[in-house]
């Protein structure tokens, strides 16, 4: 039997509904607690990028050729047929160079210029669009790597590349909603290794499912959020771990956590406030002077 009497489940979930909706779209009380911060974190997802007209990853219909994500951004998938995850790659690759920073990725960038002489900001991004940088965002950590950046499977080398196409045979390829699911592009015209002694097939410099972080950029990671006093979590679904975890860690470290995003996540009741909405439109109002 529990020692914990019931009452205080009630209780407890009482309050977590008061902190739910205690601070939402509180603009001028976060902007009081952000005035005092000197490390800020800004933890982004997909949600970020959609008013740029980037895909995000769970909604039904944004699915290139509805494939899962488990299964397109794995890889597995790259070593059984490297010309369908290419053509994917060659897609959004495209629509990326097309599309432009909005206006939550320069709210960002110019608030961190502004406050540079007082404040440390860092942008934590799971997105591998590089919009943040195109922004004018400087200090930034890439978690899950670059679409624009290429990785030799055998030397390994990473090389920033932003060729269009990449190599002549995925031109006109990867429409989205094609049904074909196997591709007939052959290995061999895919984009390889330019070292003499290696000629290894390149893969996107990208972190699939599965894989882990490279060590350094956790590491990174790690240090800006021990010394954060304020996050912003904007666009994510919070869900795809490790990142899911870092507002977690922060809030134990002391940070006050702030979301951003146009409906709730399952980690909004962990969270101090909330604002509710596009991020183009939530995150220039909050981060304005
Ligand atoms: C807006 C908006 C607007 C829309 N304004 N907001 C069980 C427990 C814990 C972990 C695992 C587990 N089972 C498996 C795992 C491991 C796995 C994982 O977390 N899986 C979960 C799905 C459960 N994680 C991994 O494999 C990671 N590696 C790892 O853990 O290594 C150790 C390990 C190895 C093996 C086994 C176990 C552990 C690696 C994860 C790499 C993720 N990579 C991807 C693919 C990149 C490909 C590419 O981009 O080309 O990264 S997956 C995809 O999800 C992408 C994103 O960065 C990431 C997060 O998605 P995000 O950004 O949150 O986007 P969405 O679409 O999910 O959400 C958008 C949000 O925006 C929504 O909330 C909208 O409401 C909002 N929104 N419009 C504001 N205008
Ligand atoms: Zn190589």
Known sequence: MSVIPRSFYKHTKTLYYLRKFYSQNDFAKFKNVLNTAKQVVVLTGAG?????????FREPEG???????????????????????WEYY???????????????????AQYERRHAAKKLVTVLTQNVDGLHARAGTRNFIELHGNMFKTRCTKCNEVLVNTDS???PALA?????????????IKEKDLPHCQKPDCGGLLRPHIIWFGEVLETSVVEKADIVMSECNVCLVVGTSSIVYPAAAFPTVMAAGGSIIAEFNIEPSPASPKFDFYFQGPSATTLPQALSD
């Open 165 to 167: 196409p990449i190599c």
């Open 90 to 108: 060659h897609y959004i690759r495209e629509l990326v160079l097309k599309a432009q920073p909005n206006a939550g990725h320069i709210a960002v």
């Open 48 to 56: 970020i990028s959609a008013e740029s007209g980037v895909p995000t």
């Open 172 to 184: 006109g390829t990867g429409s989205p909603t094609s049904d074909k699911l196997v591709s007939d």
């Open 63 to 85: 699915l290139w050729r509805k494939l899962e994500a488990s299964i397109l951004y794995n890889p597995v998938t790259f070593r059984e047929d490297p010309g369908l995850v």
